[in-house]
């Protein structure tokens, strides 16, 4: 299988390129979008590569790299009650949403914010640049990944 790149929205104030700098590696859960978890599910690899983009933050922008370390497996909160993403129409037997392990690469040098994303024509497919893009976790094209690292120092 060939690499993949992504591009995964976290609000930093709910967990951060620092939160996962202290764990070195944490389980994407918690994600209810069932086109997101079909990323997760069915076409994230061990060792694809990620931007970490924060958003509703101010400004928002890409804060770091990380890569997938472990496969999907069931998002364990989806059978939690007292959890917000409890979700009862799941069970052990059939579960509805995965969740996949990534791993702490580094934080950028610099931090790309939105608008200087928005600013470079060279990404002007960039999903998460287009209007209503509000997607999660989204695909990143090998040429932009490289080209938004290199912006990040």
Not at 5 to 28: C, R
Not at 126 to 151: H, M, T, Y
Request: hydrophobic residues 35%; aromatic residues 12%.
């Amino acid at each position: 299988m060939s690499k993949h790149y992504w591009l995964m929205k976290t609000e930093p104030s709910v967990f951060s390129i620092d939160d996962l700098q202290k764990q070195q590696k944490a389980w994407w859960d918690s994600i209810r979008n069932y086109q997101a978890r079909n990323f997760m599910m069915k076409d994230m690899q061990v060792g694809d590569e990620i931007l970490i983009y924060h958003s509703s933050a101010e400004p928002p922008g890409v804060a770091g790299l990380a890569k997938v370390s472990q496969l999907a497996k069931p998002d364990p909160v989806q059978f939690d009650k007292t959890s917000d993403y409890f979700d009862p129409k799941a069970s052990k037997e059939k579960p509805i949403w995965f969740c996949v392990q990534i791993e702490y690469v580094s934080k950028l040098k610099n931090f790309v914010p939105i608008e200087q994303l928005r600013a470079e024509p060279k990404l002007k497919d960039l999903l998460a640049l287009k209007r209503g893009q509000r997607l999660s976790i989204q695909p990143v094209s090998e040429k932009d990944f490289n080209f938004i690292k290199k912006l990040g120092g």
